[in-house]
């Protein structure tokens, strides 16, 4: 035999460590599988969670509607109900119908006048203004 010949206890010595190798191997692959096998069950703990929470929500009856509120009645449209809801928003107190037309730089002429007093009668009457006395307008107390 020459040198480049293997003898048989050297075919059993590579056997014996590619044995080891592959036993090695397989605990680290079993490793592994266990390893993996905790992360699967966790999943599906996880999905049986979910699964029973969108169920359970299923069941709840629908919420009723949310009652409207009554705090905030509609202003009338116009830009100028926007503007007089300013001027009172920055009075110190109650102001007439002449005051307002003022703050708003209108012409205190009667015919404004008696616009914007027509205009914060309607405010009055859906009780976003007070008329706290004839022709004294104010923001109703909360």
Known sequence: MTSGDL????????LEEREREIAAQADETR????RLTAVLDELGRAAEEVRITRKTLLELPDPAPPAPSPSA??????????????????ADGP??????????????????????????????GRNILAETEPGLFALPLP
């Not at 009645?73 to 300013?86: C, H, K, N, S």
């Not at 119908?97 to 205009?119: F, S, T």
């Open 7 to 14: 003898t048989l206890g050297a075919v059993l010595v590579r």
């Open 31 to 34: 490793e592994q599988v266990t």
């Open 73 to 90: 009645p509609e202003l009338p449209d116009g830009a100028t109900y926007q503007e007089i809801m300013v001027v009172f928003a920055q």
């Open 95 to 124: 102001l007439r119908a002449r005051g307002v037309c003022e703050a708003m730089d209108l012409d205190p002429a009667p015919n404004n006048i008696n616009n914007v007093r027509l205009k914060l009668k309607r405010l009055t």
